[in-house]
C-alpha cells in the first residue's frame, strides 16, 4: 500500500503557483520524499525528493515540515503543459527499486 | 540523449500470442525496471534488473511473464500465452540510482 495521502484532484490558474500537498505520516528517518508527475499518454517524470531540507531545481520547490509528516510541492509558476498527475512517493531510496505509485493528484492547469 | 527507447509503441494481437516488448536503457544506467499500467491498479512494478541481473521478480503476475537482459542495453519482456486481461500500458524505465527513474514512452498492450 502506497504511504502517502494526496488529493485526488486540483486546479490551477494559469501563471499561478500550484502547491501540491502530500501527507507522510509514517514516513520512517531514513525515507525520501519523491515526487514524479505523468502528463496523459507520457511515461511518469522524476521531479524532484528530498529528506528533511527543502529542495529546489529547475521544474519545482519541494517543502517538508519540520515533523517530516507532510510536504508541498511547488510549481511556481504553473502552466498548461503543467497538467499531469502527481505522485507523491516515500522510499528509503536504496537498493530495493521498488517506488510504490498511488493513485496521485490530477493538476489541471486551466487558462 | 534519446532516453529510454521502447518498441514496439503499439501492440495489438490476439489470445493465445506470444507477445514481446522491447527496450533500450539510457547508456550508463545500471538500473532497468519493467512496469504496467492500468485503470484498476494503477502503476505496479514488474521486475527490475541491476547490472543485467534480475533482482526482484515478485511484481510478476503469473509464469506467462518473463523478461531478460541479456547486455546492458537491452531488455525484453514476454508474455506467453497472452489473455484479454493483459492489456495494459507497460512501461519500461532506468536509472543510475534506484529511486530517480527515468521512463519510456511505453508500449501499449491490446489482448483481443
Known amino acids: 500500500d502506497a504511504k502517502t495521502t494526496q488529493p485526488p484532484s486540483m486546479d490551477c490558474a494559469e501563471g499561478r503557483a500550484a502547491n501540491l500537498p502530500c501527507n507522510h505520516s509514517?514516513?520512517?528517518?531514513?525515507?525520501?520524499v519523491y515526487w514524479y508527475r505523468q502528463i496523459h499518454s507520457q511515461g511518469p517524470q522524476y521531479i524532484i525528493h528530498g529528506l528533511k531540507n527543502n529542495e529546489t531545481n529547475e521544474m519545482a520547490s519541494l517543502i517538508i515540515t519540520e515533523d517530516r509528516k507532510s510536504s508541498t510541492l511547488i510549481l511556481p509558476h504553473a502552466t498548461l503543459r503543467d497538467t499531469a498527475v502527481y505522485y507523491c512517493i516515500v522510499s528509503d531510496g536504496g537498493s530495493q527499486g521498488n517506488l510504490i505509485f498511488g493513485k496521485g493528484t490530477k493538476l489541471s492547469v486551466k487558462p | 540523449d534519446a532516453g529510454v527507447i521502447q518498441s514496439p509503441r503499439h501492440e495489438v494481437t490476439e489470445m493465445g500470442q506470444e507477445v514481446t516488448l522491447r527496450c533500450k536503457p539510457i547508456s550508463g544506467h545500471d538500473y532497468l525496471f519493467w512496469y504496467r499500467q492500468t485503470m484498476m491498479r494503477g502503476l505496479e512494478l514488474l521486475i527490475y534488473f541491476n547490472n543485467n541481473v534480475p533482482i526482484d521478480d515478485s511484481g510478476m503476475p503469473e509464469d506467462r511473464f518473463s523478461a531478460k537482459m541479456p547486455n546492458a542495453s537491452f531488455s525484453t519482456l514476454k508474455i506467453q500465452p497472452s489473455e484479454p486481461r493483459d492489456s495494459a500500458v507497460y512501461f519500461c524505465a532506468s536509472s543510475y540510482r534506484p529511486d530517480t527513474q527515468y521512463f519510456g514512452p511505453g508500449t501499449r498492450l491490446t489482448v483481443l
Open positions: 509514517t514516513i520512517s528517518g531514513n525515507e525520501y
